[in-house]
């Protein structure tokens, strides 16, 4: 016999499931699972952290919002290295209940014109609202600066203006001193988060400040190439590869003509590019940043050192 599919694409309440047609019975049964207490979706439906926001904002009361990593991953935004996938973090206005449920954690605030906002077709912390809580939690100087660098990249100015406006009504809360180091470290045009952690390990170094993203120029105005940090005065840049650039077409496309191995021959590119400027290009990788901090230290200072930095 077969089964009419079940109209549980996205979680529903339990009573609205049975307005959809579905009983009780198959609500208990194997076809539907239950998500959170009391909201339920098709067994067929792959689980993710947006499907259970979805589900836990059916149980939300008015005014809550979803918060904390939940709100910076649902937007993209950086986690500390190794996070695991978040849990589901809503947040209710002050003197609110606050949200019990196993797969929720719950928390009460005061919440400040622009807090919560709708979006993704949620509702969530603001960025800048997120970025305090996430202080507050305990987040370190690094994660916070690299939060910061992506809501700078995706907002530019506006979004440094959010976020310094939030931290001044943060006085006197728990992180703030933390957001405020992490304000006066951040920085536009970071790619990725990896970046802002190198940048922010040769700035403890005590090395020069460099340029983030700036275009070096061949001698018609022609962009050479961006490198993620630079010394101009001196000719000198780094930048960060990530796995992506470690990445091989199979041979068999290559000569087939179906791929091209573009982003190596790119990076191949560049570096010769940037030599013939009288650039020297020094290549970071995870295992540099992270597994030997000292000696990558040491090759920057040497090559600043050697294009004439005084270092």
């Not at 001698?219 to 990445?247: C, I, K, N, Q």
Request: charged fraction near 25%; include cysteine; charge should be positive.
């Amino acid at each position: 016999m077969r089964r009419d599919p079940l109209p549980l694409g996205l979680p529903v309440t339990a009573a609205r499931a049975v307005e959809l047609g579905v009983t009780e019975k198959v609500l208990r049964g194997p076809r539907v699972r239950r998500v959170l207490r009391g909201v339920y979706v098709a067994a067929s439906v792959p689980d993710s952290l947006r499907l259970r926001c979805e589900a836990a904002g059916l149980v939300m009361p008015p005014g809550a919002a979803l918060s904390h990593e939940t709100a910076a991953a649902l937007r993209g935004l950086p986690l500390p290295l190794g996070h695991d996938e978040p849990a589901v973090h809503v947040t209710v206005g002050e003197g609110q209940a606050r949200v019990r449920a196993p797969g929720i954690v719950g928390h009460e605030a005061r919440w400040l014109d622009g807090d919560v906002v709708p979006d993704q077709g949620l509702v969530l912390t603001s960025m800048a609202r997120t970025w305090c809580d996430l202080a507050a939690a305990g987040w370190r100087r690094d994660d916070l600066v690299a939060y910061a660098d992506a809501v700078l990249r995706r907002d530019g100015t506006a979004g440094l203006a959010s976020l310094s406006g939030r931290v001044d009504a943060w006085a006197g809360q728990r992180g703030v001193r933390g957001l405020r180091e992490a304000l006066g470290l951040c920085a536009f045009r970071v790619d990725s988060a990896m970046e802002t952690r190198l940048r922010l390990a040769l700035h403890d170094a005590g090395l020069p400040p460099p340029e983030v993203n700036e275009p070096v120029r061949e001698e018609f105005g022609l962009v050479v190439h961006r490198p993620d940090l630079s010394w101009r005065r001196w000719r000198y840049a780094v930048d960060y590869d990530g796995a992506h650039h470690l990445e091989f077409d199979d041979p068999a496309d290559v000569v087939a003509g179906r791929r091209v191995d573009w982003r190596r021959r790119h990076d191949i590119s560049r570096q010769e590019q940037l030599r013939e400027l009288g650039w020297t290009l020094t290549v970071v990788t995870a295992y540099d940043l992270l597994r030997q901090p000292d000696r990558l230290i040491a090759r920057v200072r040497q090559q600043l050192r050697a294009h004439g930095a005084p270092v």
